[in-house]
């Protein structure tokens, strides 16, 4: 099963609009734990990560933050995970020629429109994100550019970059129905440098598996659209276990850099989880 629409979903919260989210939830009584992400999908909203709504409300704050920092009306505020982010950027790469980047469910491209307005105009982008079908499909059309493309398939993201310096995924893993099968993908396509944060993970020995609640607007960068209504929203969420990602991992990367990241937690019946972030560097031979 690879990491593709039509076999796994994922969210579309981006890091900087998803803090206040999360800490609005941390204030609430732990969430209920689901046997498997079948049963937590039956108890989600209606057509899960490709609403129509979301979409709708993540392409029309991402527009609007695009057309912000072109115009200069708004500063870019960083917080710790999209640093971490940029970091990785400008370690990823030899001084000279363009930087390829593909942001695994990088819902709009929003990572791109702030890294696109620190870097300087000389440093091209070629950056490839993947995301849910509906998700790529209403980007495609109204945000991708000659630097940023849209897909709903990781082979066809990879495909379109030809290689591949860092490979991002900023909250993702958890979002998936199979999080070690995609992470296996993940690693596979060999990127330079692979970038994890805003990761939950379980330090048991079984998955926690729960749904993740928000309200419409606290999706996507900025305030709510005009014209749409808030409503509560929810989709299925794994904790997977930090040793069995870890063991992924060491297949074919090593550890630059870990930080603390709780952005991507929040409580379920107690269970021991919390937040990671991992920057790691492809090894030249691959572990067995």
């Known amino acids: ?53 979301l979409v709708e409300v993540v392409i029309r704050k991402t527009q609007r933050l695009r057309n ?49 307005a620190l870097l300087p105009s000389s440093r091209e982008l070629r950056w490839a994100v993947v995301e849910t079908e509906a998700m790529a499909g209403a980007a495609a059309e109204q945000l991708a550019n000659h630097e940023l493309s849209f897909h709903g398939d990781l082979q066809a993201a990879v495909d379109r970059l030809e290689q591949v310096d860092l490979l991002h995924s900023s909250g993702t893993l958890q979002c998936v129905e199979d999080p070690y099968t995609c992470l296996q993908r993940l690693v596979g396509v060999s990127a330079k440098q692979l970038l994890l944060n805003r990761l939950g993970l379980s ?41 069995r990602l870890k063991e992924i991992l060491a297949g074919g990367y090593r550890v630059l850099a870990e930080f603390e990241d709780s952005s991507g937690c929040f409580p379920v019946d107690n269970e021991p989880i919390f937040g990671l972030g991992l920057l790691l560097e492809r090894l030249e031979t691959p572990q067995p």
């Open 203 to 243: 330090h048991g020995d079984h998955d926690v598996i729960t749904v993740h609640e928000t309200m419409l607007s606290w999706n996507g960068p900025g305030p709510m659209p005009e014209g749409i209504s808030d409503r509560r929203i929810c989709y299925p969420f794994t904790f997977p276990q930090e040793g």
């Open 1 to 53: 099963m690879g990491c593709d629409t039509s076999s796994m979903r994922w969210h579309s919260l981006l890091p900087p609009i998803l803090l206040p989210a999360l800490r609005r939830l941390s204030r609430r009584s732990g969430r209920r734990r689901f046997s498997s992400y079948r049963e937590a999908l039956r108890a989600s909203s209606r057509d899960g990560y490709e609403n129509h709504d």
């Open 68 to 116: 912000d920092l072109a115009s200069y009306r708004q500063t870019v505020r960083i917080d710790p995970s999209s640093g971490a982010g940029l970091v990785a950027l400008l370690t990823a790469t030899e001084e000279s020629g363009a930087i390829r980047v593909l942001d695994f469910g990088g819902a709009a491209g929003a990572h791109y429109f702030l890294a696109r």
